[in-house]
């Protein structure tokens, strides 16, 4: 159960990718303005706490626009490149012929792993610029420590919002109010300021002046300070109400809960707190206020240092985490207090609404641009720790350890195997032929409500043999020898175990009829694609037999594991129909994934032109993701063959494509291709394009191709004639204009187009003709 459920649930990948992708788009924008900070870009603490504002909470929004499908707001994105584990490699096996690599990729969760990849990607759809393959362990236990993290910063928050509203509650319970003379100080302040009008109470076990949600908490002692002092105070307090502080607080720790992990938050954190104050500073000063603020923040240390020492720490201490206390931050007071001094009438200009309103736009545009992420999940060790699997075959010798868990084809039926130390089987596959000293071997089957378990340990006359049925030991007699000999090749069946030399001697023995044979019985997609990569690896089948590996090829429903096959068949010389076999087959890979991976180690060795045309041309229309499409057309483009033959079906088959990004960088690649290129089919990619970004690019890459004939040279500016940019449009121009030739009627051509751009941009087309008179 814990396999299946790691390997292929969906959710735990997918919340996986969301994490990750958090973690990055935190880590950039808090990189980004920490950087900015130390660049001294960010010297006014209004746009410093707006930046800081936008990185802490910028993630949310962006991994929010990431899960959201609604993908024509985003940019174009790139889809992933999966780093699959390579298809197993032989090596150095036990006696048993059982290779240890097949331990990391389990059948059924290396398939389910790929199901859940595929699943991952939708047809058609934006995905992620990124792809972490992720063992199911790492997976599980990063997500177990984040949430464990998470729920605990998230409670503690929590319990200071609770204690913060139950002291609002006692204070407007329990303080008195202020005196006559402080309350009209607060009045004339809120008149001033525009503010709402809040409770002012007076608490003695108060050491600072306080903000709670609408109202100002002053120490017994803050009456006893002068008039300017007290309204210093007062305006500083009054500062934080109008600037909502006392909710944008909460809010920032609520936003650190799931980057408790993450430095630059705790960081971003205290930056933002230590702003707050800066600013209220200012706007206490900037009503000739300074000095006096100073002196009252002077006088708010020195009482909470004689507490701190005293230990006079009160119920109102502990549960003020989230309050705004004026003297908060003991180590940030001295310098506070020296910028109140120097400056004591400092004025700080505001932001203008149109430069917020930019920079909200600047930072909407930056969090669309962040990268998406993608979590594969690869098969881990721990799910097999906790469940037994139906298929189980574990290997113990010379000190390594290897097990394989699967699934059983038939409802019910088990198959179990312990294999420790010098165990190997007889080339018949019917018997244990060696068993070392201190071996074990251990098979357990249940099939047809029937369990057979045979041990097998070595002994002073030979092997022991503890041989049971439903429980009851029975003799080993010739049944049970059958059973064994049945047994087995089963196991080899069921796990791909020993591919390679079990391969050899099935061919050996009958040739490659015979290991076709062996192949039709196989059932698992992994097993099958193992042996027929051994079939063409090792075999010398003639063209019958190659036709009927192809046909049980294309039985395998795991694109992975076809794409997998496809690759080793590729690895021998293959005649032209079963080249158009071959592309038929990688047609049906539904994983746009699979099939441009295939497609494009089959770039490289398979013509294009021929019986092939069709085959390359529905292989690459099915790709219905823009990017896997991209890679496979790049591909086809730079390692086609004949050259001529591969540009020419890359452009044709672009059609259909929706993205203008992927589509000019397929169009840029056929442009450096230095072969003679279809002007018809590379100017109506050019003209299928809505981005006049994208056309210009595509356009300037033909321009950079060569100097372009008078025809192209038209048929450019017909192109560049539906732009509705002048910008992207005089680019093009201007490129051009620097390599057309010397053709009268042409630059009359390139004038009309000119006509109707603006001034400037029109300007700059006309003066790039001057090449054209300078002599």
């Keep these: 159960m814990i396999d299946e459920i790691i390997a292929t649930a969906l959710p735990l990948a997918s919340f996986g990718g969301l994490l990750f992708a958090f973690a990055l788009h935190a880590t950039v924008l808090l990189g980004a303005v920490w950087a900015m900070e130390r660049a ?16 802490l909470f910028g993630a949310f929004v962006s991994v929010a626009i990431e899960a959201v499908p609604f993908h024509a707001l985003r940019s174009p994105a790139v889809s992933p490149v999966v780093a699959e584990a390579p298809a197993p490699r032989t090596a150095p096996a036990p006696r048993a012929h059982l290779p240890a690599e097949m331990t990391a990729n389990p059948p059924a969760a290396a398939i389910a792993t790929r199901r859940a990849a595929d699943a991952l990607v939708p047809a058609g759809d934006v995905v992620p610029a990124l792809a972490l393959p992720v063992a199911t362990d790492a997976l599980l236990l990063a997500l177990l420590l984040w949430c464990l993290g998470s729920v605990v910063l998230l409670l503690r928050v929590l319990h200071q919002m609770r204690a913060l509203f139950r002291m609002r509650r006692r204070v407007l319970r329990e303080g008195r109010p202020a005196s006559t003379a402080t309350t009209a100080l607060l009045r004339d302040l809120v008149d001033e300021m525009g503010v709402s009008v809040p409770e002012l109470r007076v608490l003695p076990a108060l050491n600072s002046p306080m903000v709670l949600p609408g109202v100002v908490l002053l ?20 500062a934080h109400l109008d600037r909502r502080d006392p909710l944008w607080r909460p809010l920032q720790r609520l936003a650190l809960v799931p980057l408790f992990f993450h430095p630059l938050a705790w960081h971003a954190l205290c930056r933002l707190e230590t702003l707050a104050e800066t600013l209220c500073d200012r706007a206490a000063a900037e009503r000739g206020a300074g000095r006096a603020l100073a002196e009252c923040l002077a006088e708010c240390l020195a009482r909470s240092a004689h507490a701190a020492d005293d230990r006079c720490h009160t119920s109102f201490d502990r549960g003020a985490a989230l309050a705004l206390a004026m003297a908060e931050r003991g180590d940030g007071i001295v310098p506070r207090v020296r910028t109140l001094l120097e400056n004591p009438h400092m004025r700080l200009s505001t932001i203008p609404v149109r430069w917020r309103w930019a920079a909200a736009a600047f930072a909407l545009f930056a969090l669309l641009a962040l990268p998406g992420v993608m979590v594969v999940a690869r098969p881990g060790m721990i799910p097999g720790l906790f469940e037994r699997h139906d298929l189980s075959i574990t290997i113990r010798h010379n000190g390594q350890t290897h097990a ?33 000293r201190g071996a074990v071997f251990d098979i357990e ?7 057979r378990s045979l041990r097998m340990t070595p002994g002073k006359a030979g092997a022991t043999r503890e041989y049971k049925i439903d429980g009851k030991a029975h003799p080993f007699d010739a049944a049970a020898q059958a059973w064994l000999a049945a047994t087995i090749p089963q196991i080899y069946r069921l796990s791909a175990l020993d591919a390679e030399a079990r391969a050899k001697r099935i061919l050996a023995r009958g040739g490659a009829d015979a290991l076709l044979a062996e192949i039709a019985l196989l059932h698992g997609d992994y097993v099958r694609a193992e042996y027929l990569g051994q079939f063409f690896a090792q075999g010398d089948p003639d063209d019958a037999q190659t036709a009927k590996a192809l046909t049980l090829m294309r039985a395998i429903r795991s694109d992975f594991e076809k794409r997998r096959a496809l690759g080793i068949a590729l690895s021998r010389p293959v005649t032209s129909p079963q080249q158009a076999v071959l592309l038929s087959i990688a047609a049906e890979i539904d994983s746009d994934f699979e099939r441009a991976e295939w497609l494009i180690e089959a770039a490289a060795k398979l013509p294009v032109d021929g019986g092939n045309a069709d085959g390359w041309s529905r292989a690459l229309r099915g790709l219905e993701s823009d990017f896997e499409r991209k890679r496979a057309l790049t591909a086809v483009i730079e390692d086609g063959q004949p050259r001529a033959a591969a540009l020419a079906l890359a452009l044709r088959t672009m059609r259909g494509m929706s993205s203008d990004f992927e589509r000019r960088s397929v169009l840029e690649a056929a442009a450096d291709a230095d072969v003679p290129l279809p002007d018809a089919d590379y ?18 890459a033909l321009i950079r191709g060569g100097a372009p ?39 009359e051509d390139y004038r009309a187009v000119t006509r109707g751009m603006s001034d400037h941009e029109r300007g700059k087309a006309e003066k790039a003709l001057d090449r054209f008179y300078g002599s």
């Design 709 to 747: 004939s008078a025809e192209r040279s038209r048929a450019i500016l017909r192109s560049v004639r539906a732009m509705s940019s002048d910008f992207e449009r005089g680019e093009v121009l201007n490129a051009l204009a620097a390599t057309m030739p010397n053709d009268p009627v042409l630059i």
């Design 404 to 436: 394989i868990r699967s699934d059983m084809p038939g409802v019910g039926e088990t198959l179990r195997v312990v294999i420790d130390g010098d165990v190997a089987f007889n080339d018949a596959e019917s018997d244990v032929a060696t068993l070392g």
């Design 445 to 451: 089957q249940t099939h047809a409500g029937v369990s």
């Design 683 to 700: 100017l109506a990619a050019v003209d299928a394009m809505s981005s006049d970004f994208e056309r210009r690019e595509a356009l300037a």
């Design 40 to 55: 001294g870009w960010l010297k006014h603490p209004h746009w410093a706490e707006l930046a800081w504002r936008i990185a």
């Design 219 to 238: 120490p017994h002692w803050a009456e006893s300070l002068d008039v300017a002092q007290r309204r210093a105070m007062l305006a500083h307090e009054l």
